[in-house]
């Protein structure tokens, strides 16, 4: 499945932490990807706030779509 994003989409990345997680969402960021915060316990990255929960980090940060890495 293809997800579309556009200048609009505001992104959480799930385990933005990890080593994959973290090099991927700092590449989206670069390519201009609106990565409004990430998924894992008790950490801050990329500027943003890492959240334990999924749900809890798309409704905090109002984001429209999410990524599993």
């Given at each position: ?8 989409t ?60």
């Amino acid at each position: 499945m293809s997800i579309l994003v556009n200048h609009k989409t505001r992104l959480v990345v799930q385990g933005i932490t990890g080593r994959d997680g973290a090099f991927h969402a700092q590449k989206m960021k670069e390519y201009g990807t609106q990565v409004v915060a990430g998924t894992s316990p008790g950490k801050e990255v990329l500027y943003k706030t890492a959240y334990l929960f999924i749900i809890r980090c798309m409704k905090l940060s109002k984001s429209t779509e999410q990524i599993h890495l």
